[in-house]
């Protein structure tokens, strides 16, 4: 049976930080292969296998050396460079939606109240009889009453 590693006990033998190898296992997952590399047991924790702890050394030792080429170093740092550009990116859309998303909600449901499809009457139908049989009508907004219960669709 061959020996099974966790993270720390990797991070010891390889000298890489623990944080590095779990940076790694994730932005690389094309790398390091399950059942080859890292397995999982039965409490879903990943434990690194020889072949695993072989391969975290020479992407050590790759790295460091590297760290002495600028140009070497500068292409091995792109997908860093890439992932925080990304996630800024990412990050200022997020935002920027949740900015617009209250305006943008609020003229769809004035437009909705306004000049409402079909399909949006019979939603606002069913909401407002399913209030109505919940006994909570009184949370509805009052313009809504006249506009959903017109049409001879009037409950007593």
Not at 72 to 84: N, Y
Not at 119 to 128: A, D, L
């Amino acid at each position: 049976m061959q020996n099974l590693y966790t993270t720390p006990e990797a991070a010891r033998l390889t000298g890489i930080p623990g944080s590095t190898i779990r940076t790694w296992l994730t932005r690389y997952p094309e790398v390091f292969q399950f059942d080859v590399h890292v397995v999982t047991d039965e409490h879903k924790q990943k434990l690194w296998t020889e072949a695993g702890i072989e391969l975290l050394q020479s992407r050590r030792a790759s790295k460091t050396a590297t760290d002495d080429d600028a140009n070497l170093d500068a292409e091995s740092d792109a997908p860093d460079l890439l992932e925080s550009l990304l996630e800024e990116d990412s990050q200022r859309l997020a935002n920027e939606y949740w900015r617009l998303l209250p305006g943008r909600t609020l003229q769809r449901i004035k437009q909705m109240r306004d000049n409402p499809t079909p399909e949006q009457r019979q939603i606002v139908q069913t909401s407002v009889r399913a209030a109505i049989n919940a006994g909570t009508e009184h949370l509805l907004l009052p313009t809504y009453q006249p506009m959903l219960l017109e049409g001879g669709d009037e409950t007593d």
